[in-house]
């Protein structure tokens, strides 16, 4: 028999989101800690990261040249809560 995972389970995590300018200057956006790395595709210059457990996470973007990556420490995640990182703006 196997166990179903409930809804709660999801609602034990929260996301990362957020815009990146220009729109498209970059690919991926990483949100790493010491046990978790999970990723999201940019499309439009949005991003959102999903089921990301409650702690404290290094943001990266991955840029596409000629534009450089990006990273922020200590993006604070909290369980039900969409943690909102704003505009990122970009530099060549």
Do not use: C, M
Request: aromatic share 8%; proline share 3%; net charge positive.
């Amino acid at each position: 028999f196997r166990r179903i995972r409930s809804f709660k389970n999801f609602q034990e995590t929260g996301a990362v989101s957020g815009t990146v300018a220009p729109a498209t200057g970059a690919r991926l956006v990483w949100v790493v800690s010491a046990t978790d790395t999970l990723k999201a595709v940019v499309s439009k210059g949005n991003f959102t990261v999903p089921h990301v457990k409650t702690g404290t996470y290094k943001l990266i973007v991955t840029a596409v040249a000629p534009y450089k990556d990006f990273a922020k420490d200590g993006i604070q995640v909290t369980k039900g809560q969409t943690t909102d990182v704003g505009e990122i703006k970009l530099s060549k």
